[in-house]
């Protein structure tokens, strides 16, 4: 038979016989107050997050039609055999080379024309007269040439969201005679 003070001392606990091993009201109280608030925390948490994602998606989108739009007119400026800016500089007219597909030796010339509507917040390209959306969210436009050096200076804006986002190149006019 083993001595009792050879086990060890947490086996040979004392229990009260008169105390319930049970939680008081008090201690589930405590747990209920604890979980609740670690709740809230993580939903502010989430919350916060989720704003944070949607703001960097509404930037995301505004940079790309932005980059977009300066592209498509940056390619067609490179391409240009003769440019000119309307007085209210929200319209370009451009002559670019077209290869048609019966004659691919010859290349002939034809308008382009880009068209900033700022009430609709687009940029339009227009070819034979029909128009059509480059790129939407568009609140700022700006072409500026200087024939001497042969560049264009072109300044695009967006916005989507909260933050004004401008996008600007040099572009040298190769063709512009």
Same mark, same amino acid.
Not at 38 to 46: E, H, N, Q, V
Not at 92 to 105: A, I, M, N, Y
Not at 114 to 125: G, H, N, S, T
Not at 153 to 165: Q, R
């Given at each position: ?72 007119? /940056? @390619?067609?400026?490179?391409? %240009? ?5 309307? !007085?209210? #500089?929200? +319209?370009?007219?451009?002559? =670019? ?51 001497? /050096? @042969?560049?264009?200076?072109? %300044? ?5 969201? !909260?933050? #004004?986002? +401008?996008?600007?190149?040099? =572009? ?6």
């Amino acid at each position: 038979m083993p001595k009792p003070w050879n086990w060890p001392l947490w086996l040979h606990r004392q229990v009260d016989q008169d105390c319930d091993s049970g939680s008081t009201l008090v201690e589930l109280m405590i747990t209920l107050a604890i979980a609740s608030l670690m709740l809230a925390i993580l939903a502010s948490m989430f919350r916060s997050q989720l704003q944070t994602y949607q703001i960097t998606i509404d930037q995301s989108e505004a940079l790309q039609n932005t980059w977009i739009a300066l592209s498509w007119l /940056k @390619r067609d400026l490179q391409a %240009t055999q003769n440019a000119s800016i309307s !007085s209210n #500089k929200r +319209q370009v007219t451009l002559w =670019v080379p077209h290869v048609s597909s019966s004659d691919r030796s010859q290349i002939k010339w034809r308008k382009v024309i880009y068209l900033f509507q700022r009430e609709k917040a687009q940029l339009q390209r227009s070819v034979h007269g029909s128009y059509n959306v480059v790129a939407e969210g568009i609140v700022d436009f700006n072409v500026s040439m200087d024939q001497v /050096k @042969r560049i264009a200076t072109i %300044t695009v804006a967006s916005m989507e969201g !909260s933050k #004004k986002i +401008q996008l600007s190149t040099k =572009v040298w006019l190769r063709n512009l005679r």
